[in-house]
């Protein structure tokens, strides 16, 4: 069974720093993984979408690697500013086409 | 935002009642999802649609049951609430085929007493 991690639950940084967020999951046959934004009481926003055959995804300050044989991925956020403060959440696609979620990170970035 | 509403957005209810939760979408999109979401446990599928009549259990589906007699509605109905099935329920639509991305309605906080 699908299985997705996301270490650590939270993260507090000062604004200006880099980040990394980390996803892992236990079964590499994946169709995609996605990565979304959750404001508090609020829907789920669309990141980014890797898809399994490739490496990466960019889109403004936000860069996503994945590495499929190693269960890994890693959602990057340059020059982080309080905006960005939200929960992240990582899914994988499985083999059944349905999403597989992490827990998520709640990150918060610090004036 | 995909043109996604839920209702109702807040529901209080009790033990052994029947609620049906609405997830509407104004652009004819084939694929159409249900999720919870409780703390520590991420979003879990509960049912999906994949067309008028077409539909499919997840995960979770234990206690639900959906319905969709239109492409534009999908309904989730809890025969008989309990208080397990407190939680925030999300609609989701996937814009293309089910490999694309999905986009989120805004959530209904469903609370079983």
């Known amino acids: 069974k699908q299985e997705v991690t996301q270490i650590p639950a939270a993260l507090s940084v000062p604004e200006g720093e880099n980040l990394v967020l980390n996803c892992s999951f236990t079964?590499?046959?994946?169709?995609?993984l996605q990565w979304f934004r959750q404001d508090p009481g609020k829907g789920l926003t669309s990141l980014l979408l890797i898809q399994s055959s490739q490496r990466e995804q960019t889109s403004g300050r936000l860069n996503a690697s994945l590495d499929k044989s190693s269960g890994r991925s890693t959602l990057y956020i340059a020059a982080s500013q309080p905006g960005d403060s939200a929960t992240y959440l990582c899914a994988v696609l499985d083999s059944n086409y349905q999403l597989i979620w992490g827990a998520g990170t709640k990150l918060i970035i610090k004036p | 935002d995909a043109g996604i509403t839920q209702s109702p957005r807040h529901k209080v209810t009790e033990t052994g009642t029947p609620v049906t939760l609405r997830c509407h979408q104004t652009e004819n999109h084939r694929y159409m999802y249900w999720y919870r979401q409780d703390p520590g446990h991420g979003l879990r599928l509960i049912h999906y649609?994949?067309?008028?009549?077409?539909?499919d259990k997840g995960e979770v589906s234990d206690g639900y049951s959906v319905s969709r007699s239109k492409t534009e509605d999908f309904l989730l109905t809890l025969e008989s609430a309990t208080s397990s099935q407190t939680s925030v329920y999300f609609c989701?639509?996937?814009?293309?085929?089910?490999?694309?991305?999905?986009?989120f309605g805004p959530g209904t906080r469903l609370t079983v007493l």
């Open positions: 079964d590499s046959a994946i169709y995609n």
């Open positions: 989701a639509i996937s814009l293309g085929t089910d490999t694309d991305t999905q986009y």
């Open positions: 649609s994949y067309g008028v009549k077409d539909t």
